[in-house]
């Protein structure tokens, strides 16, 4: 039995929004309090979706993003990227909204993984190729990434039988409609080649590029 019933979560909100961001935090929470972690363990995730659209900003809310926070012996979560939680060694993450947001929303353990970071990687490289400049998105991470078996281990438990951080966090998620109508790989990453030049124009202006 896994601390999170899959069965029970409902669709709260889209990729980067307020309700969706509290939700998946508070899952996450739950999952690492009954996973006794050890007394002095500190550990922070942070996930910051830059050039998000304006509705995810409303009622003056300065980011969209979730955090999760594991401090003097307390865990703890919810919306935003607080500078407390980017202060310690942790997995923290900042990536243009358009280029994740829709593929965050499939199910998918670890060959499933791996067919969603080759759909990004060809996304990036299509993109790359019709701006005609490398790292075109061009976010930097805060910090190395630190991701010790302490917090992946029970985060990421039954994600091969569609449990899972990332799959909760997916069940969650309402669809947002700048994707309803794009071509997308099995993995829901935008394909960027099979668009067409209407679509890869609102693409590009949806990334901010």
Same mark, same amino acid.
């Given at each position: 039995?896994?601390? !999170?019933?899959?069965? /029970?979560?409902?669709?709260? &909100?889209?990729? =980067?929004?307020?309700?969706?961001? #509290?939700?998946? %935090? *508070?899952?996450?929470?739950?999952?690492?309090?009954?996973?006794?972690?050890?007394?002095?363990?500190?550990?922070?995730?942070?996930?910051?979706?830059?050039?998000?659209?304006?509705?995810?900003?409303?009622?003056?809310?300065?980011?969209?993003?979730?955090?999760?926070?594991?401090?003097?012996?307390?865990?703890?979560?919810?919306?935003?990227?607080?500078?407390?939680?980017?202060?310690?060694?942790?997995?923290?993450?900042?990536?243009?909204?358009?280029? !994740?947001?829709?593929? /965050?929303?499939?199910?998918? &353990?670890?060959? =499933?993984?791996?067919?969603?970071? #080759?759909?990004? %990687? *060809?996304?990036?490289?299509?993109?790359?190729?019709?701006?005609?400049?490398?790292?075109?998105?061009?976010?930097?991470?805060?910090?190395?990434?630190?991701?010790?078996?302490?917090?992946?281990?029970?985060?990421?438990?039954?994600?091969?039988?569609?449990?899972?951080?990332?799959?909760?966090?997916?069940?969650?998620?309402?669809?947002?409609?700048?994707?309803?109508?794009?071509?997308?790989?099995?993995?829901?990453?935008?394909?960027?080649?099979?668009?067409?030049?209407?679509?890869?124009?609102?693409?590009?202006?949806?990334?901010?590029?």
């Amino acid at each position: 039995m896994f601390v !999170i019933d899959m069965a /029970s979560l409902e669709k709260v &909100g889209e990729f =980067g929004s307020k309700a969706w961001g #509290e939700a998946c %935090a *508070a899952a996450a929470v739950r999952i690492l309090e009954a996973a006794d972690l050890p007394q002095n363990f500190e550990w922070a995730f942070t996930e910051c979706y830059t050039h998000p659209p304006a509705r995810l900003l409303e009622g003056d809310r300065e980011k969209a993003g979730y955090y999760i926070m594991v401090k003097d012996g307390t865990i703890s979560g919810g919306d935003g990227e607080p500078e407390e939680a980017l202060a310690i060694r942790g997995f923290h993450i900042r990536a243009r909204w358009a280029a !994740i947001c829709n593929q /965050s929303g499939a199910f998918y &353990g670890r060959e =499933g993984f791996g067919k969603r970071r #080759e759909g990004e %990687a *060809a996304l990036r490289a299509a993109i790359e190729k019709h701006v005609g400049r490398k790292d075109p998105y061009g976010e930097a991470m805060p910090s190395p990434f630190y991701w010790p078996d302490t917090v992946s281990t029970p985060l990421m438990a039954g994600s091969e039988v569609g449990n899972g951080l990332h799959n909760i966090a997916a069940a969650m998620q309402i669809p947002s409609p700048e994707f309803a109508d794009l071509p997308v790989t099995e993995m829901l990453v935008p394909d960027f080649e099979r668009m067409t030049d209407a679509q890869k124009a609102d693409f590009i202006k949806l990334l901010r590029l």
